[in-house]
């Protein structure tokens, strides 16, 4: 049986962030996974699911205008990250695993369904439920990873892409790139971030916050599990066809996936909207807010329950 627990004191909650919103940690079934809610209760629901290097805080622009809106939305720490739990084992961190942690989710806030949305990794998840687990999924919106399908054959078939991944071989290495990662108080994630999104798209108090994440115990580990998890499955979906409504966001200067990669996804779409943004980063979500969730939100109102 799930629970719902009151969130202990520690780490980046709504109240250290004086946002509107309630902390708590969910059981889904595995795992006890820390979770933000906002918005009425009967609300549509709203699930955003972060990536990689990020945590829950990767949507705090979001939760109170979505919440004004009159949405529920729920943002998870997913597995390994942040406050919620972080199995040792690479197999923990399996596609089928992750996707269990949304469903298990849904089901202990007795929600039938919900509109899912990711950026990077949560994309991915989110693909994995829709592809899956349709009849959960009100919409879908993916924001800068491509359908696991098409990542998987440009992987197999595109150098450019090839290059563009070279770091995920290098965290398959045990141990070392936790432990570069962490040298200078993170200072090479931080300048990786920098790097790759416009200027001044994340301040000095998002990476406070996203370093306290990151320095939690086995935190930094856990996050790099999810690459050596899929290393060494290479899972592929059981379907490839996306039945349910699907938005599909995509910054063009995305410095770790190809413009191609957005084309690609829709045609394994039954439905789909392609929005690309010309001068956004695989950061899109944070350089664009306020065109982000126009765009959201479109897609909620033309497919709601």
């Known amino acids: 049986m799930a629970s719902i627990d009151s969130a202990a004191d520690g780490g980046v909650t709504p109240d250290v962030l004086q946002l509107r919103g309630e902390s708590t940690f969910v059981d889904v079934g595995d795992v006890d996974l820390h979770v933000v809610t906002a918005g009425p209760e009967d609300g549509e629901p709203v699930v955003l699911l972060h990536g990689f290097p990020e945590f829950w805080y990767g949507w705090h622009e979001y939760v109170e205008p979505l919440a004004a809106e009159g ?98 071989l290098f965290f398959q290495l045990p141990r070392i790139p936790e432990a570069l990662a962490s040298v200078g108080d993170y200072r090479g994630v931080c300048d990786m971030m920098r790097r790759t999104s416009q200027p001044g798209t994340f301040s000095a108090a998002d990476f406070d916050c996203y370093r306290a994440a990151w320095s939690r115990p086995d935190a930094y580990r856990s996050m790099l599990n999810w690459y050596r998890a899929i290393a060494r499955t290479n899972p592929r979906p059981r379907t490839e066809r996306v039945e349910v409504p699907t938005l599909v966001l995509w910054g063009a200067k995305d410095a770790f996936l190809t413009r191609s990669l957005a084309l690609e996804s829709v045609e394994y779409c039954d439905r789909s909207h392609l929005v690309v943004l010309d001068d956004a980063t695989h950061w899109i979500q944070h350089e664009e807010p306020v065109r982000v969730r126009r765009e959201l939100t479109n897609h909620f109102e033309s497919h709601p329950e």
């Open 71 to 168: 949405y529920r939305v729920v943002v998870p720490d997913q597995r390994g990250y942040h406050l919620s739990e972080k199995p040792e084992a690479v197999a923990a961190y399996r596609p089928d695993e992750l996707a269990g942690d949304v469903l298990g989710l849904l089901d202990a806030l007795d929600l039938s369904a919900a509109h899912l949305v990711g950026h990077d990794w949560g994309a991915f998840v989110a693909w994995w439920v829709s592809l899956h687990h349709p009849e959960r999924v009100r919409t879908l919106s993916a924001a800068n990873v491509p359908h696991p399908t098409a990542f998987r054959r440009a992987l197999g078939n595109d150098w450019e892409q090839r290059l563009k991944s070279w770091y995920v």
